[in-house]
């Protein structure tokens, strides 16, 4: 055959082969193109990692291949291994952990180790692309060596390529084992234009990981500001620690319980990530405005009490009429002796120890009345009345009411600590939350925050605070967090005016506010049924609050 023979038949197998060529590239440019898409789309961080590997393989027809990732100790970080052949799938959604230790870039001395393939692209930041490792006398495969013993397989071309983000840093390597014909299946190299597809996907990819870590980074501030923001909030009183992490924790139990409950009204709930992530935010918030609220009012344990218990300036008053009915009775015999009287001394000092008993007995029941309570009757606030009426002298020489105004309005509270004015100021801050969750920018998927969190002192027959909502103005899961909000009350531990509640008498009054129409009905149901409050009973409440309840026996 003539040179020009030989010419014309290598013309004519370049030009057949070339369209299929040109073909195959168009295809994993298109393929390229779609995995780009599909990288900016995803929003979990795992299934992020492994679709880069997964498509990285399909681009460059590689057998296997491992995914690291730079941590800030200065290591690479095994995430996901991929072998077809062997039938490997460690890390990523597989649930099975990569057991290999991180490669550290540095050793003790501080020398970069280059010896390893991953760690000198990572540290050049350069693709290395390796024909075959037995031969290649540049890097250390002795690992490589042992997982093939121990396997059978035979390790051979690497492509190892760093991943950039935009600002140039290495935050990950993106390493591919074996390329192989998709035809024959055999072992070849990796050609340079499958090189350039998987450092453009490798480039993209690392865009995408970084930009996702970003919002994740943000995501992460925004919670730990809201939870800074709870915790002070707790924080400002001994007596409410917790309460906005308790709230949040039973307002996500109950909403997990309706979403799988099966029957009942709400059986059709849906609940998604992100409604989730949405409701432990307003739980987080809910009280938020309590920020403004005075501490005295929040703290305030007893009736009397102010910057202090106003109880033991009373406790002072007692002894002054002690004092005064004993000089009282001793001027009295003075004057008698001095008239020439007989004096019956035991007479005036039986006298005078019965009074000492009145005023104890009346200074331990002003006590009783200083402590908050679920009702005070009328005949109790009338003998505070009475003993309102006793003169005593101030230390200024001046006679006096034995009770001010105020003391006698604050002793005669009917339910809890707080005077009417007080309860407002404590009231009045849902709507400091609501005007300060309004304010926010949220973005798309925490637009309820401020509804939620304003609806948890709502009832469901319109008789709540601070709009009067009734419950077709109301969202399920602002319902949810009202039920929650009344439920942490009844059986916080930590409350100053009054003792928690054992879990019984807790569901008998949450009975009782489903019957008057204060809570949502079906909610309710779903609460006792599914058992929440038993699991949240099992993680806040003190062993000896947990009672037995019979569910049959509480009211309607």
């Not at 099966?262 to 918030?285: C, H, I, S």
């Amino acid at each position: 055959m003539t040179e020009l023979d030989n010419r014309d038949k290598k013309s004519t197998i370049d030009t057949t082969d070339e369209p299929d060529k040109v073909f195959d590239q168009f295809v994993r440019l298109k393929t390229l193109l779609k995995v780009s898409v599909a990288l900016s789309a995803e929003t979990d961080g795992t299934r992020l990692l492994e679709m880069i590997l997964q498509e990285a393989k399909k681009i460059a027809f590689a057998d296997g291949g491992t995914l690291y990732t730079r941590c800030n100790d200065d290591t690479l970080k095994f995430e996901i291994m991929l072998n077809d052949t062997l039938g490997i799938h460690t890390g990523g959604t597989s649930g099975v952990p990569v057991i290999l230790p991180p490669l550290p870039l540095y050793n003790r001395r501080g020398d970069a180790n280059l010896d390893k393939v991953a760690v000198c692209a990572a540290i050049r930041g350069e693709t290395i692309n390796i024909p075959d490792a037995y031969t290649n006398t540049d890097f250390e495969f002795s690992g490589t060596r042992v997982f093939d013993q121990q396997t059978g397989y035979r390790s051979q071309s690497f492509l190892t390529v760093p991943m950039k983000n935009n600002d140039g840093e290495v935050i990950g390597v993106l390493q591919l084992i074996n390329a192989l014909n998709p035809i024959t299946k055999e072992i070849g190299v990796f050609s340079a234009s499958e090189q350039e597809l998987v450092e453009s996907l490798a480039s993209q990819a690392a865009v995408a990981l970084d930009n996702q870590r970003l919002q994740e980074d943000q995501r992460h501030l925004f919670e730990a500001l809201v939870e800074l923001v709870a915790t002070a909030i707790d924080d400002k009183s001994p007596y409410t620690g917790g309460h906005c992490r308790r709230v949040s924790e039973l307002t996500m139990l109950l909403a997990e319980a309706t979403a799988v409950t099966e029957e009942g009204a709400l059986k059709d709930f849906v609940l998604t990530d992100a409604d989730r992530y949405e409701l432990k935010v307003a739980g987080w918030l809910h009280d938020c405005g309590k920020i403004t609220t005075p501490e005295y009012v929040i703290d305030k344990a007893t009736k009397l009490e102010t910057i202090f218990d106003r109880i033991h300036l009373i406790d002072t008053r007692f002894e002054v009429l002690k004092r005064d009915a004993e000089i009282a009775m001793l001027r009295e015999q003075l004057a008698a002796q001095a008239r020439g009287e007989t004096v019956d001394i035991d007479a005036a000092e039986k006298k005078l120890a019965q009074n000492f008993e009145r005023f104890n007995e009346e200074r331990q029941f002003l006590h009783q009345c200083n402590q908050g309570g679920e009702f005070m009757s009328y005949a109790l606030k009338e003998r505070v009345l009475h003993i309102a009426q006793h003169r005593w002298t101030t230390p200024q020489g001046k006679e006096d009411y034995f009770l001010s105004e105020n003391e006698v309005n604050n002793l005669t509270i009917t339910k809890g600590t707080l005077t009417p004015d007080e309860r407002k100021i404590i009231n009045s801050h849902i709507n400091v939350t609501i005007d300060m969750l309004d304010a926010l920018p949220y973005p798309k998927y925490l637009q309820h925050v401020a509804e939620y969190a304003g609806g948890h002192h709502e009832h469901i027959d319109g008789s709540g605070y601070p709009k009067g909502l009734t419950r077709d103005q109301l969202s399920i899961p602002a319902r949810m967090m009202a039920i929650a909000d009344v439920f942490e009350a009844l059986t916080a531990r930590d409350r100053p005016y009054k003792k928690p509640m054992p879990l019984s008498q807790a569901l008998t009054i949450l009975a009782r506010m489903k019957i008057e129409n204060h809570i949502d009905p079906d909610l309710f149901d779903v609460f006792i049924r599914e058992k929440v409050y038993l699991q949240y009973a099992k993680q806040f409440l003190a062993p000896e609050q947990i009672d037995e309840v019979d569910v049959a026996q509480l009211p309607g």
